[in-house]
């Protein structure tokens, strides 16, 4: 069993920084992908940014060249750095690890974090 434990969030201005950081309890890169997600009130679950064990990385539209997804497999941990944040990027960022899914990017995974809430003031 994997549990994990993301940190780092908080309230930000917009254009601010954040890193958001992801230990796990168990090795999480037994399976080929780990990711991030986040989920706005009112809105489905959304993957932001997906890395694999070779270190290929997907992201979503709306934070390419803004966010970067990191992985320190010596440290189990898994890291995102969020550059240029604006009100839209506010939400729970969840990390995930034990893919099952098709694509990194996808929210198909068995083992997800309790979340770090973000929030970007205009």
């Known amino acids: 069993q994997v549990q994990l434990q993301e940190s780092g969030g908080g309230s930000v201005q917009s254009g601010g920084s954040l890193r958001l950081s992801c230990v796990g309890s168990g090795y999480i890169y037994s399976t080929y992908c780990t990711g991030w997600f986040r989920q706005a009130p009112g809105k489905e679950r959304e993957g932001v940014a997906g890395?694999?064990?070779?270190?290929?990385?997907t992201y979503a539209d709306s934070v390419k060249g803004r966010f970067t997804i990191s992985q320190d497999k010596a440290k189990n941990t898994l890291y995102l750095q969020m550059n240029s944040l604006n009100p839209e990027d506010t939400a729970v960022y969840y990390c995930a690890a034990g893919w099952v899914g098709s694509r990194c990017i996808e929210p198909l995974y068995n083992y997800w974090g309790q979340g770090t809430q973000v929030t970007v003031s205009s």
């Open positions: 890395i694999d064990s070779d270190g290929d990385t």
